[in-house]
């Protein structure tokens, strides 16, 4: 079922990119690593990497860009040695208000250790994420054109237990090193709903092509 689901989405997504009224403007590919370290009690420190393509479609209709982004993410836990979790999926989102607001929703299918939760967790599932991000026009002095910060809260529903499971916030300072490579740290809280919460500190390394 949830693989059917996944292509009822997924068919429409690709239909609209695709229609003679959108326009592709840009096309790229991104590549995160990050690391995650926990600074509360819980064994949840991570490795995180995240490959993908980005693709902005231009709709005049709309006057709207909407992006478009495939990718495949992976999570090893660093407090036990063993992966963690693995996400695959579309991410469909568009900018509002001069690009100070981000809304964007995924759907991903899902496999990750069941052993790693407190409660019963299916081992292999399907999810629909929502991304909310706050990009304040902030200038900061002699890095106006380097850094820049995001708020952000990512909600995430399981089909499977028919639920909300998680739900993190949290802020990050990017740097952008140089036009292709950009440096994000922040902090993040994990709710997992019904079950533990967790603190860590993040810093990861961007790539675009």
């Known amino acids: 079922m949830p693989r059917i689901i996944l292509i009822s989405l997924a068919i429409p997504v690709f239909l609209i990119a695709a ?10 590919f991104q590549n995160r690593h990050g690391v995650r370290i926990a600074t509360s009690d819980s064994d949840d420190s991570f ?3 995240r490959a993908g393509a980005l ?16 990718f495949f993410e992976y999570q090893h836990n660093l407090d036990n040695g063993a992966w963690w979790r693995k996400e695959a999926g579309v991410e469909v989102g568009s900018s509002f208000f001069n690009d100070c607001f981000y809304w964007g929703a995924s759907f991903q299918h899902i496999w990750q250790q069941e052993e790693n939760y407190a409660v019963e967790a299916n ?9 909310f991000v706050i990009t304040p026009p902030i200038k900061w002095w ?10 952000f809260d990512e909600y995430t529903y399981d089909f499977e237990r028919g639920q909300p ?12 090193i140089s036009e292709k490579v950009k440096m994000p740290l922040g902090w993040r809280h994990i709710d997992r709903i019904h079950d533990f919460d967790s603190d860590l500190m993040e810093v990861s390394v961007l790539f675009s092509f």
Do not use: C, H
């Not at 229609?19 to 790229?28: F, G, N, T, Y």
């Not at 005049?60 to 982004?69: A, E, G, S, T």
């Not at 002699?142 to 708020?151: H, Q, V, W």
């Open 142 to 151: 002699l890095f106006k054109d380097k850094l820049t910060l995001k708020l």
């Open 19 to 28: 229609s003679a009224s959108a326009e592709m403007k840009d096309a790229r």
């Open 165 to 176: 499971t998680i739900n993190e916030v949290g802020v990050s300072f990017d740097w952008q």
């Open 55 to 70: 693709v902005d479609y231009s709709f005049p209709r709309l006057n709207k860009i909407i992006k478009i982004l495939p």
């Open 47 to 49: 490795y995180v990497t």
């Open 123 to 131: 081992d292999e599932t399907s999810e629909w994420e929502s991304r």
